[in-house]
């Protein structure tokens, strides 16, 4: 795996990966904009959770090209990525077992959300964040699991409404869950470094 991480980092693929993010942000923010429109100004930034995921890491990536860091960036785009790249996996595979006609989108979404968790696993090792970074990145996802299942602005999913209560619940646990691995692959004494090339 460290091949991959080496390669990721040289300025060609840093450009590649900026390109993607990019397009997945914008598609992603058209995707949200249905809900958007009828959501309050106040909540407007907590409801495009993916889109705002890799709208962090844009600006990881920009700063790995000028060969600097953006500590903040770097820990909210790795707790976000991993965060809302997974969840997005289980709901989008819960509505798979829970439904007869699965669209195409569906599997896309479930492989570029995956993308979304595995990118962000990959480049740790290049992010320098202190435990204060790490902390507000925690406010952002713990404030936005109670904007989305206190306040009722979570990711529209018709078929899955009934199980809001339980989502909740279990968005929680993954909050927390991201935490501990986001302090492990950055903060711990095991964590692995690199440097940019």
């Known amino acids: 795996m460290r091949w991959i991480q080496y390669l990721l980092a040289t300025r060609y693929m840093l450009v590649l990966v900026l390109i993607v993010n990019f397009l997945g942000t914008v598609y992603g923010y058209y995707w949200y904009i249905p809900q958007l429109v009828e959501t309050p100004a106040i909540f407007l930034p907590f409801v495009p959770d993916s889109p705002t995921a890799s709208f962090f890491f844009l600006f990881v990536l920009l700063a790995f090209l000028m060969k600097r860091h953006a500590p903040y960036f770097e820990a909210l ?59 507000v990145a925690g406010i952002w996802i713990l404030h936005n699991d109670v904007i989305d299942y206190v306040f009722g602005m979570m990711p529209r999913y018709s078929m899955l409404s009934a199980y809001s209560n339980e989502i909740g619940y279990v968005t929680f646990w993954l909050s927390i869950a991201v935490l501990l691995v986001s302090y492990y692959l950055v903060l711990s004494k095991k964590s692995v470094k690199l440097e940019l090339p």
């Open 77 to 135: 785009a790795l707790v976000t990525l991993i965060k809302y790249g997974l969840w997005a996996v289980g709901m989008n595979l819960f509505v798979l077992v829970s439904v007869d006609d699965f669209p195409w989108e569906g599997y896309m979404l479930i492989g570029s959300h995956f993308a979304m968790a595995v990118q962000a696993v990959l480049f740790a090792p290049y992010y320098r964040f202190h435990m204060r970074h790490l902390v």
